[in-house]
């Protein structure tokens, strides 16, 4: 179990930690040394081996507690959010490493509020919503069942948003109007764009991105904020 806190002796250095968590689970303080020394490795933390734990980043830290989840070889790990918190560069060397878990056979189950994090890491995942499943199925299965192919993001002035999502509403398969920005969802952004501009309309800014499973999270969940 990773859970979303890190629960680490901070009293305690890095190799302190593993070999403490490995004997909870009745390893030889050897085994535990050899298994912990080759965690490490595994999370890129050998050089920090000797170092105390509150003098680690946070990036550290979730990276130390993940190997310390994996002291025992599980075939089943449970992460609790494992990236909250992290900057880019940080989650983006969690997930390789959660990756190369995959990869070498152990099971993740993991719950996460980062859409791209689902769709880097899970091969089938379930869209929750007021603790009732509203969604199930792999990251294009998804998307291909709740959204378009492509996804057409328009700005045009503060207070226009609403008037102009009349004269485009034909444009793709549905029309979003948000304070900032109108969505069309569409399976063909430019020809939809270019449509736009033949009519006269011409917004600050165009961009057209392929859809994502964030779309069909709020699409299932609303954009309102929940507890």
Known sequence: MCPQEDTLDNELNVAENMLVYGRYFGLSRAEANRRGAELLDFVQLTEKAKAKVEDLSGGMKRRLTIARSLINNPDLLLLDE???G?????????WDRLFRLKQQGVTLVLTTHYMDEAEQLCDRLVVMDKGVIVAEGSPLQLIREHSTREVL????????????ADQVEDLGERVEVLPDR?????????AAANALHDRGLHPSSSLVRRASLEDVFLRLTGRSLVD
């Open 86 to 94: 992290l900057d880019p560069q940080a989650r983006h060397q969690l």
């Open 82 to 84: 494992p990236t909250t």
């Open 153 to 164: 993001e328009l700005r045009f002035g503060v207070s226009e948003h609403e008037a102009v």
């Open 182 to 190: 109108l969505l069309v969802y569409t399976d063909d952004g430019e």
